[in-house]
């Protein structure tokens, strides 16, 4: 058995004591403890995974909505809309532009969480936001 394969639990533990339970042998001085595999426990990531849909649509859209509120697509779409006179048709292009760039975001987000562990995943996105404040703050100063 490899030893960082799974954790194990001695059983026959008091609950005052970390000593394992030990079986004598009449034949020698040797004792032996009795090793069992420990269950796995829910963690605080599973109970995050059983979110009902309502909630995750309402953060999603809460998140997205103040996130694009003035920003370049916004003040774009603004500036299409009042030299084409034609709103609604501005208005479909736009949505249809921005549900593609989230169905892509999404699909991508979905691949990447199957090939990087949760733990992975918080690390390059923090590296990355990292960098892109450095970018940021870079550009304030040399700006």
Same mark, same amino acid.
């Given at each position: 058995?490899?030893?960082?394969?799974?954790?194990?639990?001695?059983?026959?533990?008091?609950?005052?004591?970390?000593?394992?339970?030990?079986?004598?042998?009449?034949?020698?001085?040797?004792?032996? @403890?009795?090793?069992?595999?420990?269950?796995?426990?829910?963690?605080?990531?599973?109970?995050?995974?059983?979110?009902?849909?309502?909630?995750?649509?309402?953060?999603?859209?809460?998140?997205?909505?103040? @996130?694009?509120?003035?920003?370049?697509?916004?003040?774009?779409?603004?500036?299409?809309?009042?030299?084409?006179?034609?709103?609604?048709?501005?208005?479909?292009?736009?949505?249809?532009?921005?549900?593609?760039?989230?169905?892509?975001?999404?699909?991508?987000?979905?691949?990447?969480?199957?090939?990087?562990?949760?733990? @992975?995943?918080?690390?390059?996105?923090?590296?990355?936001?990292?960098?892109?404040?450095?970018?940021?703050?870079?550009?304030?100063?040399?700006?």
């Amino acid at each position: 058995m490899k030893l960082d394969s799974a954790p194990v639990t001695l059983t026959g533990l008091s609950q005052s004591e970390n000593q394992p339970e030990l079986i004598a042998s009449n034949e020698s001085h040797l004792a032996t @403890a009795i090793i069992e595999p420990v269950q796995p426990v829910a963690s605080a990531d599973s109970h995050k995974k059983q979110e009902s849909p309502f909630v995750i649509f309402g953060t999603t859209f809460i998140t997205i909505f103040l @996130a694009e509120i003035g920003d370049k697509t916004q003040l774009s779409t603004l500036l299409m809309s009042a030299e084409s006179h034609s709103p609604w048709v501005v208005f479909l292009g736009s949505g249809a532009a921005l549900i593609t760039t989230s169905l892509l975001g999404v699909l991508l987000g979905s691949w990447i969480s199957k090939q990087l562990s949760p733990k @992975a995943l918080d690390k390059s996105a923090g590296v990355m936001l990292f960098f892109i404040s450095v970018m940021l703050f870079w550009d304030v100063l040399h700006g």
